[in-house]
């Protein structure tokens, strides 16, 4: 065969490089009997948690755990994160009966922590408040000394409404950051970074008017595009605002249709951020690939007592 006869090979553009998550950002598929009885009850009771709502990867041993974190005001929130797999869209109505279900399925659990949770409900005046208030009152009755914490959306700055949450006297009181300044328009729709500082700030001035001190709690995400500088910034901004526990973990991308991953932390990093918060002052810091807000609440709660 002559040189003229040899085939041509066009040559072929790099393959863009596939990295699947990391090994230590994966975890067991669930299907315990713990994990079955609790999806039965929840199912029962016509209740969500945000750990089915929003694909938390830690669902798995948190059930099997009997944990789990309820979320109420429905399945539809009123806001679309680039983050969040919660479906999001108009809300109809609202459930005046849910905190009673809620207060029954933590009897049925047998827990002495319980966080709550909700979507976001614009829609409504209070923001629902109101039914988060009403969780609190119910839990306590059906089970005493239960400590309750509560995941608050921002009420969009209505602090009566804020008030009605704090006046029901939760045990911990979290609203999460999520991300850094810069990334709000694209990450956390809706919401103001300097209004997220300010509830801190309200949320301790209540419970000392209401004749209490109100741990405060807040969550940041790492893998949007942040920078160290503007998360060592973020940090900074929680404690100056009060805040006692913080929260860090690694943002996954739920579905295609969600923000990516723009970086994956290694662990060693993660333990870096945690030193960093500890030396800023917070009472506990949780820094984990997969650390959610809820994630070992109670321990969080019990580590950030003063001694």
């Known amino acids: 065969m002559g040189l003229a006869t040899l085939p041509v090979i066009q ?12 090994e230590w950002l994966r975890v067991r598929f669930p299907g315990g009997e713990n994990y079955q009885d609790l999806k039965g009850l929840v199912g029962r009771l016509q209740l969500h948690t945000v750990c089915e709502s929003a694909r938390c990867p830690n669902i798995g041993e948190c ?3 009997r944990t789990a974190t309820f979320m109420i005001l429905g399945n539809l929130c009123t806001r679309a994160c680039g983050f969040c797999a919660v479906p999001h869209g108009r809300p109809e109505g609202l459930d005046t009966d849910e905190p009673q279900r809620v207060a029954e399925a933590v009897a049925h659990m047998g827990l002495d922590y319980a966080v709550i949770t909700s979507v976001n409900r614009d829609d409504l005046e209070d923001g629902g408040a109101a039914i988060f208030a009403d969780s609190i009152r119910a ?7 239960c400590k309750v914490e509560v995941l608050i959306p921002d009420f969009r700055g209505n602090w009566e409404a804020l008030a009605t949450v704090v006046r029901a006297r939760p045990d911990v009181l979290n609203h999460n950051t999520e991300t850094v300044p810069r990334l709000y328009r694209q990450v956390r729709r809706g919401a103001v970074y300097e209004r997220s500082l300010e509830l801190f700030v309200r949320a301790k001035q209540l419970s ?3 004749g209490t001190t109100l741990p405060v709690k807040s969550g940041i995400m ?3 595009g942040e920078t160290r500088e503007e998360i060592l910034a973020v940090l900074g901004d929680l404690r100056a605002h009060q805040v006692d526990i913080l929260t860090v973990g690694q943002y996954l991308q739920p579905t295609t249709q969600h923000l990516p991953v723009v970086r994956y932390y290694p662990p060693e990093e993660f333990a870096e951020i945690k030193r960093a918060g500890e030396a800023m002052g917070f009472r506990h810091v949780e820094a984990g690939p997969l650390v ?4 070992h609440a109670k321990k969080q709660e019990s580590a950030a007592r003063p001694a």
């Not at 040559?11 to 990391?22: A, F, K, L």
């Not at 959610?292 to 994630?295: A, I, L």
Request: avoid cysteine; aromatic fraction near 10%.
């Open 11 to 22: 040559p072929q553009p790099p393959r863009p490089e596939r990295t699947g998550r990391p």
């Open 63 to 65: 059930w099997e755990q």
């Open 139 to 145: 839990l306590r009755a059906r089970v005493p000394g």
């Open 208 to 210: 000392r008017s209401f």
């Open 222 to 224: 790492l893998g949007l």
């Open 292 to 295: 959610r807000s809820s994630y």
